[in-house]
């Protein structure tokens, strides 16, 4: 594959996306673009779309006019090089898996699920799980973990299929402020290699790491994607807020 340069190449790109239910409008003449350099935060009230609009992205929900296209082509035909950490992560805690055994899974994008791992897997398993932080917990069993070692554990997998995008759903629902502070610097330092996509209704944290932020309520209500003011965000939220 040729090497994409990292300043100013495009990586996904939407173009008038309209998504619709039953006759009923989700989504709304969407127009985005998401670069190389790019750290997104989507916001927007819940029920705006932001959910509909990740599953767009990743290539789940085909739209029902316009057209998605990541990295030339069709997401779902690209889907192995997309990391995804999702917003909940249901498991069996006591289920017998290690920290790493979970990780390995991210190689399974890579091969489909009869793939056998050889010694390069391990090896880039291993370096997601130091990338994370949590090499030395690798053979724990993951149901001794608390909320935010769960979600670098879940990083950790998004990394290991050596994603040339990741995204994000809802990072901080399960997590306290102590480890939302760890999260944030670890997803700065992914960042200077890996663009990133976060969807949340958390405008606080959002606001405080990210490099652009798109304000949606069934389409986007702020053009430039290189911050909102507060009109924009109280007409989003049909509410007042603070800034």
Same mark, same amino acid.
């Given at each position: 594959m040729k090497k994409l340069n990292r300043v100013n190449s495009e990586i996904l790109r939407l173009k008038n996306i309209c998504v619709q239910y039953n006759n009923a409008t989700v989504l709304e003449n969407i127009n985005l673009s998401v670069y190389k +350099?790019?750290?997104?935060?989507? !916001? /927007?009230?819940?029920?705006?779309?932001?959910?509909?609009l990740l599953k767009v992205m990743l290539g789940l929900i085909r739209p029902t006019t316009g057209k998605v296209e990541f990295l030339g082509n069709n997401p779902d035909k690209k889907q192995k090089h997309m990391g995804y950490v999702p917003q909940n992560f249901y498991f069996d805690r006591t289920f017998p898996i290690s920290v790493r055994d979970?990780?390995?899974?991210?190689?399974?994008?890579?091969?489909g699920l009869l793939k056998k791992f050889n010694d390069n897997d391990k090896k880039i398993v291993d370096n997601?799980?130091?990338?994370v932080g949590i090499y +030395?917990?690798?053979?724990?069993? !993951? /149901?001794?973990l608390s909320g935010g070692q769960i979600q670098r554990v879940l990083i950790a997998r998004a990394l290991a299929t050596e994603p040339q995008i990741l995204f994000f759903d809802e990072p901080t629902s399960n997590i306290d402020r102590r480890n939302l502070k760890l999260i944030c610097s670890?997803?700065?330092?992914?960042?200077?290699?890996?663009?990133?996509?976060i969807v949340s209704h958390d405008i606080e944290y959002i606001s405080?790491?990210?490099?652009k932020i798109a304000c949606l309520n069934k389409r986007l209500l702020n053009k430039n994607l290189c911050g909102v003011n507060k009109k924009t965000i109280?007409?989003?939220?049909?509410?007042?807020?603070n800034l």
């Open positions: +350099t790019d750290f997104l935060g989507v !916001i /927007g009230p819940n029920g705006g779309g932001k959910t509909t979970v990780v390995l899974m991210g190689r399974l994008a890579r091969g997601a799980l130091e990338k +030395t917990i690798k053979d724990r069993q !993951i /149901g001794q670890l997803l700065k330092i992914i960042n200077k290699n890996i663009p990133i996509v405080t790491f990210v490099n109280e007409f989003a939220y049909n509410c007042s807020v």
